[in-house]
């Protein structure tokens, strides 16, 4: 009975790690200010985060060209290189993107095409998703929503500089 308690906690033990390691760094993110550029606020990623996401990107780097590197040596396909590609260009694609506010309205950076961009005027509701924390800034007129992280810094001066601009008329939901 103690044998598979043991077990049963050693087994949960990276999962149970993994979740107060990230509990800690969206605290830690909260607590930093956003930079003011002008006029504008930007909102990035903390550097608690950018530091396990750098870590963690150069050992799958490291990975990735091991596993090809070894593939090659053998003479064997690139087939086992993929897979850590895969979950590499993954990471770097749902990497939290910075959100900038300023006197227009909000602006949010995007990778492969141009930042997406709401007027002030055209800011509808502001919701928060119900299992990752993540605050969507709906337009009134549909379309993609800002996507504003929980990684991000600053969440709560986020949330009351959107109701500055936009009025008590956009309160914070859950979706």
Not at 3 to 30: D, K, Q, V
Not at 50 to 68: E, N, P
Request: charged content about 20%; overall charge positive.
């Amino acid at each position: 009975m103690l044998r598979g308690l043991l077990g049963l906690l050693i087994g949960f033990s990276p999962i149970i790690f993994f979740m107060c390691l990230f509990s800690w760094l969206r605290r830690s993110a909260n607590k930093q200010e956003p930079v003011l550029a002008g006029s504008a606020l930007e909102f990035s990623v903390g550097r608690r985060i950018q530091f396990v996401l750098r870590a963690v990107l150069s050992l799958l780097i490291a990975f990735t060209v091991l596993a090809a590197v070894t593939a090659i040596s053998k003479g064997e396909g690139l087939y086992g290189a993929f897979i850590p590609l895969s979950v590499l260009v993954a990471m770097l694609l749902a990497r939290p993107m910075p959100v900038i506010l300023d006197q227009n309205g909000i602006r949010q950076q995007r990778w492969l095409r141009s930042d997406r961009e709401m007027p002030w005027s055209n800011v509808g509701a502001m919701v928060r998703g119900p299992n990752t924390g993540t605050i969507y800034v709906r337009g009134k007129a549909g379309g993609s929503p800002i996507r504003f992280s929980p990684l991000l810094i600053g969440e709560s001066r986020f949330e009351r500089e959107v109701r500055a601009h936009v009025g008590r008329a956009v309160g914070l939901e859950y979706d």
